[in-house]
């Protein structure tokens, strides 16, 4: 099957840095991508949609100026945490869809804001 | 926003024994799916039932969809220590679209 892959896997930083997230397509072309976010014993929540060329659209709630999203290939997505803090502290997953509704998931970003 | 529930939100079992799980949802969906979640871990893709199948087989998995109730269950039949994770249904509204997770169920085998 496709293959998502995330870049780090793991981050800790300290409160104010920037940090960015890479969710690369490896063997297909990604036009679209979504970002998630895992709170520690909780679920998933999408953060935001990304489509290659175009603004992200954010879900309610989603700070953009602070999730910013970049789109720019059809195999790369990017996800910067801008300015985090520990409350940002979360496992950050991407997706993008296949074909018969399938979703192709990437194995997660866990950040640690000190 | 999450879709809705998942009943239990923790299950312990013995092994051999049968855990099933609960989903329910608010909207009109297109297809369910379950994903299984290892602690820390990435999530692993289990089965996809649409929305105009009943129920569905994969191995030692069986799911089950009744849309008129906006509810599916999964069924983990003999179940092994390796099947202690966190369960989460996820449903969809069509290809192209987001999937919207259910809170999930923390699922503990002991041998």
Redesign the interface.
């Not at chain 2, 820390?40 to 999530?43: P, T």
């Not at chain 2, 069509?94 to 999930?104: E, P, R, S, Y």
């Given at each position: 099957g496709a293959v998502v892959s995330q870049h780090p896997s793991r981050v800790i930083c300290k409160s104010g840095t920037s940090v960015k997230i890479e969710c690369r397509s490896l063997d297909f072309q990604a036009t679209t991508m979504f970002w998630y976010r895992q709170f520690p014993k909780q679920s998933l929540m999408l953060m935001a949609t990304s489509n290659e060329g175009s603004k992200a659209t954010y879900e309610q709630g989603v700070e953009k100026d602070k999730f910013l999203i970049n789109h720019a290939s059809l195999t790369l997505s990017t996800l910067t945490v801008t300015s985090a803090h520990p409350e940002d502290s979360s496992f950050y997953i991407c997706s993008s869809p296949g074909g018969l509704d399938t979703q192709y998931f990437g194995p997660g970003t866990r950040l640690t804001v000190l | 926003?999450?879709q809705g529930e998942e009943d239990p939100q923790a299950l312990s079992i013995q092994e051999g024994e049968n855990a099933t799980m609960n989903c329910s949802y608010k909207t009109s969906i297109?297809?369910l799916?379950w994903y299984r979640q290892n602690s820390?871990?990435?999530?692993v893709?289990l089965i996809?039932i649409?929305s105009n199948e009943r129920e569905k087989h994969s191995g030692r998995l069986r799911v089950t969809l009744d849309t008129s109730k906006k509810s599916s269950s999964l069924l983990i039949t003999a179940s092994r220590a390796a099947d202690t994770a966190s369960y989460?249904c996820?449903t969809?509204l069509?290809?192209?679209?987001?999937?919207?997770?259910?809170?999930?169920t923390t699922l503990s085998v002991s041998s």
């Open positions: - | 926003s999450q297109n297809n799916q820390g871990r990435g999530l893709h996809l649409r989460f996820a969809g069509g290809a192209g679209t987001a999937l919207i997770f259910g809170k999930g």
